[in-house]
C-alpha cells in the first residue's frame, strides 16, 4: 500500500512547515488528485490518520480536490477534458488522445494552522489561515 508513504511524506512535508511558522497545530492539508495518479483516496485517509498521529498533524482534516483529467487532440487541435480514465478519446470527436497533459498529480496546494494571535492583526483575527505552497 502506497498511501503509507504518501501519507507519511505529507506529515513530513506539514510537521516542517508548522516548524518555520512557529505553530503547534495544523487544522487540514489540502490536496489535489488526479485520477491517473493511482491514488485510493479511502486507503490515503486511513494512512493519513495512522502516519499523523502523535504530530502536529494529528486531526488534521484531509481536503481532496479532484484534478481534472485533459488531454490533448490531436484531430479537434485542442486541449479536451478526458471524462473517464478508462477510455482516452476525445469527448467532441472520439478519437484516441494519448497526449496527457494534467491528471497524474498528486500535490499538496495548501494547508490551514490555527491563526497565531501575537502575529495577527490586531482589528482581524480569523481562526484559521491558509498557506499554499509557491
Known sequence: MHELSIAMALVDIA???SDRLHVSKVNALHLSIGPLCGVVEEALAFSFEL?????????ARLVVQQAPLTAFCDSCNEERTIPSAQH?????????????????????VAMEVPDVPDRADSSERPEEKRFARS
Open 88 to 108: 482516452l478519446r476525445c469527448p467532441s470527436c472520439g478519437a484516441p488522445t494519448p497526449e496527457v497533459r494534467s491528471g497524474r498529480e498528486l500535490e499538496l
Open 51 to 59: 502516519a499523523a498521529a502523535g504530530t502536529p498533524v494529528e486531526g
Open 15 to 17: 510537521c516542517e512547515a
